[in-house]
């Protein structure tokens, strides 16, 4: 068997990422079931655990890392200098990081003090994303409309949310604030981390894997305090989502080094021991900081590290060793249009909160049942994400 060259487009890479988005959305919709198995949701940030929601988030920012690698080679062969590949990135994670804090937001928001619904101010916010960074045809809309336009109305919108937001409790309301950044700001500070290490460090496997062990102890400091006085938010956000996204990189490279000697068992040696090292990592340390997904702990961060390589490692084999592929044909909007996808809740639940919700049964939200409706809902999205598509609605950042 032969390794695919990585100058060919790795089908594993989209396949494992709309699987992650497929999981993202089914776990994300779990909080409107009862009675539903516990090891399906997230962990309390006391409780020392891992459940099915705290190994999706980890896996999908092991994706962006396994990305970087080759995003960064395609902008080079365009001619691309460090400074104009820099520039990309950094345009690239401020759009993430501006949804992100959006986002996190959302949920502060209080009702109560703002001229607007919130399902109206959550729409208007997808919309505005939309009209932002909408990939458009030939640079116009409607085949008229230049993106420009579209853009300057997009930021116009998400403006007039801003200065109508109020959060917080009604007797002491506050604007908006960065929290914890939301979902996509993290991803959006390891990817603008990791993407410039990796314009400078390349291919350097000795140097990317130091980083990622530096990453690591950074992880441990903001445990524990271990490198002394160094502030502990010099990454700006959690060390794990760095070491997260950097083991990522690292298997990519692995990937490009045994491709080029086409070593397909030296390969997965290489993966299998990552992922046996991060395991073994996680479950030795955990007695000291416990596995848990809210305080980013370094175990948590290892193990699932070893389970995004082995669950990588597996679709690898399948689609681009043994070419299988047809299977996951109805996931490749999740793995096409992610960032769409992911927005697609963002307009649903509002709709359908005054619309639907209200004629579901209640049996439909309890157990087995549940569960299934949520599987749908989940491949509902990614049908809506290929109609969306269809209608040239693509975000792209």
Known sequence: MTLTAMDNRIASIDIFRALTMLLMIFVNDLWSLSEVPEWMGHKA???????????????????????VPMAIKARRAKGENNTEV????????LALIVMGVMMVNLESINKELIPISK????????????????????????????????QVAGIGILIALCAIYKGGPTDNPIWMKTHWWGILGLIGWAYLFCSVIYVFAGDRIVIISAILVAF???????MNGILGILPKGLLVVSASNHASVLSGVWVSLMLTYFAQKNKLSLFLTACLAFAVISLAFGFITRPEWGISKIRATPSWT??????????????????????????????APAGRSTLTCYLV?????????????AWLPEFATVGVVGL??????????????????????????
């Open 119 to 150: 399902q109206a101010w959550q729409i208007l916010m997808a919309i505005g994303f939309i009209l932002i960074w909408n990939n458009y045809k030939d640079k116009k809309a409607f085949g008229k409309v230049p993106e420009w336009v579209m």
């Open 86 to 93: 820099i520039i990309h990135i950094a345009k690239r994670s």
């Open 372 to 397: 299934v409706k949520t599987l749908l809902f989940s491949l509902l999205v990614i049908y809506i994400t290929s109609l969306l598509e269809k209608v040239n609605i693509r975000l792209k950042v």
């Open 45 to 67: 940030g006391n409780e020392d655990g891992l459940g099915l929601a705290d190994v999706v988030f980890p896996a999908f920012l092991f994706i962006v890392g396994l990305s």
């Open 345 to 357: 809740p963002y307009w649903f639940y509002p709709i359908f909160m005054v619309t639907i919700a």
């Open 216 to 222: 690591y102890l950074f992880n441990i400091h903001q």
């Open 302 to 331: 290892a193990i699932c590290a070893g389970i995004s390589t082995l669950s990588f490692v597996l679709v690898y084999l399948v689609a681009d060793v043994w070419k299988k592929t047809s299977w996951a044909g109805f996931l």
